[in-house]
Each structure stands twice: as structure tokens, then as C-alpha cells.
């Protein structure tokens, strides 16, 4: 579908109360391929290629969550969704939270998972301009830096051929469109409120070892916001991690 006069990929499998599941920044759709084959619930699940990452192109120089957040709200028109349940991995979570400010009568339930609801601090916007820099002077080094990192030395030599597999996606991804990311990331407001002013049911999972997301800070922001907190061994994919707890999760938010 198109948004922006750009192609926009989605996946709509299954019947049922509709689940959009939003992959993070250098991932896709296909983040959640596995756990989808092994899903045999009752719900429709929708996977969304964010602007700028798998199959879905590029619309401007910054991805803002807001834009991105627009490009989710196009599909689910199309799909004549008017009410879906989010589960937003770190980035697709900040997306999440951007769609539930400016569209809380269609979000029922919200599941962020290794996201935070807080704004970037200055340290982490620093860094996102060294990443910008050195997304444009080497996009291989980046992408397989911050690949590896996503995960803790232990679960890195469990799941080797994964993660062999994420990198060769992104490395397909424009460099326009995962600057764009970065831009997006880096100025995205703090939205611990509209997380709190949810009434709907909302979960925070993490990982214990999240290199990214330091799991004491999202703790106290679960709380802070009244979600349902649940953490788990590992570092920053946790339903890759996790499969067989993080399909439980999906079946006990049904
Ligand atoms: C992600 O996995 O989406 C990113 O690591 C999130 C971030 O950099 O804030």
C-alpha cells in the first residue's frame, strides 16, 4: 500500500481481534516470522515494514515517530481496523505510544516490549549523531556494530545464525532510511504521560541484560505508568530470547 506516493509493506495472517506487532530500528516484519509460524491463536496479526526498513521505502530525510505512526495509521484504514491491540518492539514501541497519543479510541491494549516510554537523554542524543556519522561513512561497520549489540555475549553465541540473518536484511536497508531512524529516534518526545493517561491494559516487558535499555530505569517507568512489568533473561530481543514465554504473552493478552 501506499503512503506518501511510498510502498508501505504489511503481512495480515489469521482472524480474530486484530494484534499489530512493530518490529525496532534495523529490523523488519520478518523479526517476528518465527514466532508467528509457532502462533496458533485466535487473533489477526499484522506486521508492518516501518518507513525506510525491509520492503518499505523511504519517505523523508527525518522518520519521525509521528511520521511513522502515520504510515502505520494508513495500513490499518486500509484493513478497516478501527480498534488493535500494539505490540511494539523498542523503536516500534516509541511508534506505538506516538499512534496512542494521537489515536487512543483505537488502541485496546499496548505491549512494549525492550521500549521505554521516556524521550532520548542528551548522552543518548549525542551518540545518535556518531551513529549518523558513521551510518553515512560505513554503513556495514555500523549495522554490525550495533547488530551485536543488541544482545549479550552468551545469547551472541546462541543465537549466531539469527542474527547473521537480521544483519543481511538491514545491510539492504538505505542509508537514507536508517538515518532517517536515527533522526526520528533522537528528537521523539517523552511520553511517559500518555502511557500513564492509558486506561487500556498495557504491559512493559524487558530483559534483565538489555545492553540498550537499562532495566532498572524501565522498571521504575512501569511502575511510574501503571504497567504490568515483566522481565526476563537476556538482552534486547526478548521474544527472540524468549520465544517460548514471549508466545505465553501473547496468548494471556488474547
Ligand atoms: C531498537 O532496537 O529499536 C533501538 O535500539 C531503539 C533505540 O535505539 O532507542
Known amino acids: 500500500m501506499k503512503y506518501k506516493n511510498t510502498n508501505i509493506f504489511y503481512t495480515s495472517r489469521r482472524t480474530g481481534n486484530p494484534v499489530v506487532l512493530l518490529h525496532g530500528f534495523l529490523e523488519s516484519g520478518n523479526i517476528w516470522e518465527d514466532l508467528l509460524n509457532d502462533y496458533s491463536g485466535n487473533r489477526q496479526m499484522i506486521t508492518i515494514d516501518l518507513p525506510g526498513h525491509g520492503k518499505s521505502g523511504v519517505i523523508g530525510k527525518n522518520h519521525t515517530m509521528e511520521e511513522m505512526e502515520e504510515a502505520v495509521h494508513h495500513v490499518l484504514q486500509e484493513l478497516k481496523l ?17 499512534f496512542l497519543e494521537k489515536y487512543p479510541e483505537m488502541v485496546g491494549k499496548i505491549v512494549l516490549l525492550n521500549s521505554t516510554p521516556a524521550a532520548d537523554s542528551e548522552e543518548r542524543k549525542e551518540n545518535r549523531e556518531r551513529a549518523i556519522d558513521l551510518v553515512q561513512r560505513n554503513k556495514e561497520g555500523f549495522v554490525n556494530m550495533a547488530i551485536s549489540n543488541l544482545l549479550t555475549p552468551e545469547s551472541h553465541q546462541m543465537f549466531q545464525s539469527e542474527l547473521k540473518a537480521i544483519k543481511t536484511e538491514a545491510l539492504q536497508f538505505p542509508t537514507e532510511g536508517i538515518t532517517a531512524a536515527l533522526e526520528g529516534m533522537k528528537i521523539r518526545k517523552d511520553r511517559i504521560s500518555v502511557l500513564a493517561r492509558f486506561k487500556g491494559e498495557k ?27 515483566y522481565s526476563f533473561p537476556g538482552g534486547h530481543l526478548t521474544s527472540m530470547e524468549n520465544k517460548e514465554e514471549f508466545l505465553r504473552i501473547m496468548y494471556f493478552i488474547e
Do not use: R, W
Open 82 to 98: 478501527e480498534k488493535v491491540d500494539f505490540i511494539g518492539h523498542s523503536m516500534g514501541g516509541y511508534v506505538s505510544l506516538a
Open 203 to 229: 504491559f512493559i516487558l524487558a530483559g534483565e541484560q538489555d545492553p540498550i535499555l537499562n532495566h532498572n530505569d524501565i522498571k521504575t517507568l512501569a511502575e511510574k505508568t501503571g504497567c504490568k512489568f
